[in-house]
């Protein structure tokens, strides 16, 4: 049979979300211990988005296929019951046996926050990234428009070995503002390794006024990372959701 | 010169907001460690409120006379570089010079929260106490209103050994619920030793139903603190703000 497993975490503590032959301190590891314990044998966990170390999500989702007599409500609270406080199984329901959580994500929603203001918050300090500056908000939303849309985003990944298609849609970047947050949510049909740090970095040095607006579209012609802006701190993303 | 400091800190990590001495993880430890080394002698400061050990604060208050050539803002930024990420303070100025930050407070102001709902939030595990129970609100509401005005809260203090008068003022409690969260907020002229929390879990009893609501006023007569419910856990008690 095969479950989808809804999943939020706080990834402060881990080396990211993907299993790593060294270390067992990613939430895929983590999640895959209890359930090889729970059916007494090895099980394999595919999750949507491969978030990195430091990273945060609020709706990831994995499947697996598993061989067990517990309801998904027992496999649920199983789950909770062994994985620590920082990570939580928000639902375990059955899937189509085709379904993989991966290749059959329609949409993705990140969202970056940015601590504004004078001071930091301390309650929120693991979940944004310290900046503490003036930006030019309207300038980094005029920049957004220019990023939206269809184009390959080679210049917004880091893996320079990366030999797939780096075409993706960005559906939507929305920037609100309050006075203590920046908060860029990027919507869109799958996004590259760093690609969504990559972008906020870039968006700030916009807000910075290092950078114009206008120079997006050349950016992503050039198809170069090295044009591209810094990358931003990983504490600041969190995975909000995947859709299919 | 009298400073008044601002502070807010995540009392996790912390031994509470006094300074012992066998010990100096402490909320008032460290803020004097800093201030001692800027001013190159002792200082010692006041706080209004002395939390527990891993209670939070968004508005503790506290005051410090000090000899030194810098402005408030020079101080605070002095402090704020110095301090751990999980201590922020959030404003310095001077004050009278009889203003003490404990014995001037005319009232102050507590938030406990209670996660609710089946799933807990990753994200305010430090900051919830989980409790994930269906509570009767209109009881808990009901018993609140009981215990505000002016009484003696002897049933509702861990110390023992008080020689001071225990009578104090419960200007208002107010209990708000969503899907995710029972939140109680406390405004009050002072607080004993453990008060809030023992307050917090006598509601939660009077919530569960092995505690009626009329029963409060026998409770707050006898004087006596096995009567009461339990200490509620520290991680969910919050210092909001203490008004002059």
């Known amino acids: ?41 090895p099980v394999t966990i595919q999750g949507a988005g491969r978030t990195d170390a430091g990273v945060h999500a609020r709706g990831q989702v994995a499947n697996a296929h598993m061989d067990t007599d ?15 406080e920082d990570i939580e199984i928000l639902q375990v329901r059955q899937a189509a046996e085709r379904f993989h959580s991966r290749l059959n994500a ?14 930091k918050n301390v309650f ?6 310290p900046l503490h500056e003036n930006l030019d908000i309207d300038a980094m939303r005029e920049a957004a428009g220019f990023l939206e849309g269809t184009h390959d985003f080679k210049s917004f990944c880091s893996n320079k070995k990366m030999k797939k298609s780096s075409i993706r849609t960005l559906h939507c970047i929305e920037i609100q503002e309050t006075e203590q947050e920046i908060c860029i949510t990027y919507t869109g049909d799958g996004f590259l390794y760093n690609m969504v740090r990559i972008l906020t970095g870039t968006l700030i040095e916009v807000g910075r006024g290092v950078r114009k607006s206008e120079t997006m579209t050349a950016l992503l012609e050039s198809c170069d990372r090295k044009n591209a802006g810094f ?5 600041g993303l969190t995975l909000l959701e995947v859709r299919y």
Chains 1, 2 share one sequence.
């Open 70 to 84: 517990k309801s998904c409500e027992e496999i649920c609270a199983y789950l909770n019951h062994y994985l620590p």
């Open 106 to 119: 329609r949409e993705k929603v990140y969202q970056y926050r940015i601590a504004a203001g004078f001071h």
């Open 231 to 235: 990358t931003a701190p990983a504490r």
């Open 124 to 129: 929120e300090r693991k979940y944004q990234c």
């Open 1 to 41: 049979m095969n479950y989808r497993l809804d999943i939020q975490y706080d990834g402060t503590r881990y080396g990211g979300w993907q299993k790593q032959k060294d270390t067992d301190n990613t939430i895929q590891g983590k999640i895959e211990d209890v359930l090889s314990r729970m059916c007494e044998t």
